[in-house]
């Protein structure tokens, strides 16, 4: 492709000045890479809630209610 040539082109009708920017805006915006949005570290009050793995046998009942 040259530079003369047109990246896209109006192949039925005659849009007007402002549906054309309309066009080239919804394709500059579509071109463009979605940003990655940072990943989210769950607080303190959710990581509290996830239970470690259950171990059963003697004096498994007393140690549920201790501190982890």
Do not use: D, K, N, Q
């Amino acid at each position: 492709m040259s530079a003369e040539e047109p990246l896209f082109r109006v192949v039925r009708g005659v849009p007007t000045a402002e549906e054309l920017a309309a066009l080239v805006g919804a394709i500059v915006v579509r071109s463009r890479p979605a940003a990655a949005s940072p990943p989210v570290a769950a607080s303190a009050w959710a990581r509290s809630g996830r239970s470690a793995a259950a171990v059963a046998g003697p004096g498994a009942w007393r140690a549920s209610g201790l501190p982890r």
